[in-house]
């Protein structure tokens, strides 16, 4: 008798086994929710369905990954940071997210701690970043994020209309600022009724870049190779800048409305307001010359030279995972899959194919459907690629980011210098009355001294004896003793 229970029960658990295996082979897998910010207009809920379905089949069965699944939600960039933290709050389900700024995010408590699936789930993510990018989404030796792989790096361009300077100078011994500086009164001497230049607010930057000024915060600073952190208005790159940007505004080169405008630098050369312009973009100047006359409004044509390269900085574009996720493993084992898989990446951005694109005649671009374009595909998150996933990934599309583009930012990102501490983010709390305080002074002279409107000799000491007094040494020695530890966990 005994052994025939033995043998019952056997029989019985097996038969368990045998019912609840197929069971557990069709559990419903994990919804990672991907809140994914936008620049444009939110596309329908039917499209964004459509996006989600493909990305769904081809998670189970290209990829044969059975138990986790996308949840495609979309929030406006511009109320993403509000949303989402009001919403976090409250506690309520998030699982990949952008973080906003970092230290806030970590010191609310909004996001996992990730440190401890850098090596399984967030491998394949990490593998494709450059060395030490990483260091963005860490906070106190701990990840959090993963900062996008993007073209971050930028090369700085004076674009002008050719019809107005092309022969005015010999273009290709342009390569710098100071050469462009030493051609300006030709360019104006042409065309006297003309501004060669929008804005003068940017030569700061070219100046900054020059000397390897690398920005911690918006006050302060490191200068080449050191890690000691120095007011970043009194260093000679600042002085420069505005002293270069008083020329130019005193001798007409530049929009006279200065720090009052009204309209972006986008606005004034498109206009043709202005008949040149410096900006820093990640894209080749053959790309930034048929950019800009395709869509100018008065039908120029432009041409283009670098001037300068921006140095590596910290990204501060970065996704984490929520703490409030169902699943925090299933949530980064998602989003490497966008940082790695080509298909998922691009559909995100471009929607689906012979809906929102179709690939050219030898499949190397891909271009908007016949009849459509940006504004009317039903399904767009292109603004985005910039400030989401891996843009590398991405297919090459005619007209916005080519696979040439491409290797050009990687070119520049290859090639860019790395400030010292590169990945590190000040906590500003410890010092939140100064820094109110200096921001104050900060939003007085900054904008008029980086445009030209006031005379650098004259205001430029005032600004610098109200930041002193309103504390900003005090905000440079709370960082520094930051840093000093930072530099410890690298």
């Excluded at 409250?90 to 850098?118: F, W």
């Excluded at 051609?183 to 100046?207: C, F, G, R, S």
């Excluded at 120095?230 to 200065?258: H, L």
């Excluded at 030209?452 to 960082?479: C, H």
């Amino acid at each position: 008798m005994k052994r025939f229970l033995s043998i019952l029960l056997t029989l019985v658990m097996c038969s368990v086994l045998l019912i609840s295996t197929p069971a557990l082979a069709d559990e419903e897998p994990y919804a990672v929710q991907l809140l994914l910010p936008t620049m444009q207009a939110i596309p329908a809920a039917d499209e964004i369905k459509l996006v989600e379905n493909a990305i769904n089949d081809h998670i189970k069965n290209d990829l044969g990954i059975t138990d986790i699944k996308m949840d495609l939600k979309f929030e406006s960039l511009f109320t993403y940071t509000d949303t989402t933290g009001m919403g976090l709050a409250s506690k309520e389900h998030y699982d990949i997210i952008y973080t906003g700024p970092l230290y806030t995010a970590v010191t609310n408590g909004y996001l996992a701690d990730l440190t401890g699936m850098l090596d399984n789930e967030l491998a394949p993510a990490l593998g494709v970043l450059p060395e030490n990018w990483i260091r963005s989404g860490q906070i106190d030796g701990k990840t959090y994020a993963v900062p996008c792989y993007k073209g971050q790096v930028l090369s700085w361009k004076y674009i002008y209309d050719k019809a107005f300077y092309g022969d005015v100078v010999d273009w290709s011994t342009i390569h710098s600022l100071d050469d462009l500086d030493a051609v300006m009164p030709k360019l104006k001497e042409a065309h006297p009724d003309e501004y060669p230049y929008v804005y003068n607010n940017q030569n700061v930057t070219l100046e900054y870049f020059k000397d390897h000024v690398s920005t911690i915060g918006t006050y302060t600073a490191t200068i080449g190779d050191s890690t000691q952190l120095v007011n970043i208005f009194e260093t000679d790159a600042f002085k420069r800048g505005c002293e270069m940007a008083y020329k130019w505004s005193q001798a007409g080169y530049s929009n006279p409305e200065g720090s009052t405008n009204t309209l972006s630098h986008d606005a004034i050369i498109m206009s043709g307001q202005s008949k040149g312009v410096m900006m820093g973009h990640a894209y080749s100047i053959e790309t930034i010359e048929k950019m800009f006359t395709a869509n100018n409004t008065y039908g120029g044509k432009f041409g283009a030279v670098e001037i300068g390269r921006s140095d590596m900085s910290t990204n501060t574009l970065t996704y984490g995972i929520a703490y409030t996720s169902g699943n925090v493993s299933a949530a980064a084992r998602m989003l490497s899959l966008i940082w790695t898989d080509e298909f998922i990446a691009s559909a995100l951005i471009y929607g689906l194919e012979g809906r929102s694109y179709v690939w050219n005649e030898d499949h190397t671009s891909i271009v908007y459907p016949e009849g459509l374009d940006l504004n009317t595909v039903p399904y767009t998150a292109l603004y985005t690629c910039g400030a989401f996933g891996n843009q590398f990934l991405l297919y090459g599309m005619d007209d916005n980011t080519s696979e040439a583009d491409k290797e050009f930012m990687k070119e520049l990102i290859d090639s860019a210098w790395y400030p010292p501490l590169f990945g590190f983010i000040p906590n500003s709390e410890p010092v939140s009355t100064q820094v109110a305080a200096v921001s104050n002074v900060y939003n007085q002279y900054y904008n008029v001294l980086t445009y030209g409107d006031v005379d650098p000799a004259e205001y430029l000491p005032m600004f610098l004896q109200e930041l002193e007094a309103a504390g900003i040494n005090d905000i440079i020695a709370e960082y520094q003793k930051q840093v000093d530890e930072w530099l410890k966990t690298i």
